[in-house]
């Protein structure tokens, strides 16, 4: 039930204090929580791009719904998805998970000539759209462990991708910017949604059973 508790805790963070900073050993257990997060085909189609520096910040935040957010949190996060899937990816991905199981290379092809067919009549767009939702499960991860640590959190959709895009050179990297994740401690004077309490929808209406 921790973990439960500590999402009653959590919630999107709406002012941070720019005094507070996260310990290192802190911000890399949220990077291994995203980089452990399971994806389609164990592919991990994303990257996740640590924003710390100031300079930085201030270049990002004409991109931002809530620039003072962006400037004043200690990192944050952006989840960045893959343009395209390539038959090269999907080999050196499986390479990767055959050497490290001490697996004669080529043990997965009949999986993966299988997934690389599937994608083959897939588009770039619809690369991009899978990718993209295999980020947000290293979001969640994310989001999950900073609540254990008791580290304030914001996810954000609402930002100028293209912005984000260019400042961090993602498409020279085959990547697009999906989410940000602002992280840090909290400043309870000005972070109106802190005291407030925690609202969804009641279990039995958001839970269904079919018969």
């Given at each position: 039930m921790s973990l439960l508790k500590d999402f009653e805790w959590r919630h999107a963070a709406k002012a941070?204090?720019?005094?507070?900073?996260?310990?290192?050993?802190?911000?890399?257990?949220?990077?291994?929580?995203?980089?452990?997060?399971?994806?389609?085909?164990?592919?991990?189609?994303?990257?996740?791009?640590?924003?710390?520096?100031?300079?930085?910040?201030?270049k990002l935040k004409a991109g931002s719904l809530n620039p003072d957010c962006m400037v004043d949190c200690s990192h944050i996060l952006v989840f960045a998805a893959w343009t395209d899937y390539t038959n090269e990816k999907v080999d050196e991905m499986y390479n990767k998970i055959s050497d490290e199981r001490?697996?004669?290379r080529g043990r997965y092809d009949r999986y993966t000539d299988r997934l690389k067919e599937h994608l083959s009549n897939q588009t770039?767009?619809?690369?991009?759209?899978?990718?993209?939702?295999?980020?947000?499960?290293?979001?969640?991860?994310?989001?999950?462990?900073?609540?254990?640590?008791?580290i304030?959190?914001?996810?954000?959709?609402?930002?100028?991708?293209?912005?984000?895009?260019?400042?961090?050179?993602?498409?020279?990297?085959?990547?697009?910017?999906?989410?940000?994740?602002?992280?840090?401690?909290?400043?309870?004077?000005?972070d109106w949604l802190k005291p407030m309490k925690k609202v969804r929808t009641d279990f039995n209406d958001f839970v269904i059973y079919p018969q």
């Open positions: 941070y204090d720019p005094t507070k900073k996260i310990s290192q050993e802190d911000l890399n257990s949220i990077l291994e929580a995203a980089r452990l997060a399971p994806t389609s085909s164990g592919m991990q189609p994303f990257r996740v791009l640590v924003i710390e520096n100031q300079e930085l910040k201030e001490d697996q004669p770039r767009e619809e690369h991009h759209i899978l990718a993209s939702r295999q980020s947000y499960l290293g979001l969640g991860f994310a989001l999950a462990q900073a609540a254990t640590l008791r304030d959190s914001t996810p954000a959709e609402g930002f100028d991708h293209d912005l984000i895009d260019e400042v961090l050179n993602l498409k020279e990297m085959g990547l697009k910017s999906v989410t940000l994740l602002y992280l840090g401690y909290s400043d309870a004077e000005r």
